[in-house]
């Protein structure tokens, strides 16, 4: 429906962002890659939205190096500390990702997508459990979880957060 969206609308920053991501999270980074290309296309995303775009094309990529420059350009997002916690535990830099926490308390949502992403099962257990039903609702959004989907401890965790399971 929003490459259909995509398709028909004149420039639009709410569509053409929804349609960029729903590639990205769907890994069609070939079609996301001639988006980024398309000079139509790129003017909606000016200044910070230009960054932003480009940081997650190379984070859901999978090219942390590269989406890295990116990131440190917009240093004053809210999401700046979590997104630099994120890359340094996909790089598998503990020390660095010790170094955020300590320098920016991340929340336990935060601290939960981290160690999920670390595969530190009992301390992502942890912080999960310590979420509020309104903070718990946005877990399902991040495939970060997708490896613990099936787990019966994360199920249990979806169901008493009143979750979709599946």
Known sequence: HLKKAYKLSNPNYTIYKGYFYALLYNKDFTEANKLLNDKDFMKVFTGARNNYILFDYHYYKG????????????????QYNLNKAAIYAYLGDEIKVREV???DTRSYHDKALIFAIQKSRDSMYYYLNKLTINRASSIN????????????????????????VE
């Open 101 to 103: 926490f300590e320098t």
């Open 63 to 78: 090219e942390y190096n590269k989406a890295l420059p990116y990131l440190e350009k917009h240093k004053k997002n809210g």
């Open 141 to 164: 959004q991040y495939p970060e979880f997708n490896l613990y989907r099936s787990e019966p401890k994360f199920v249990e965790f979806l169901k008493n957060n009143y979750l979709p």
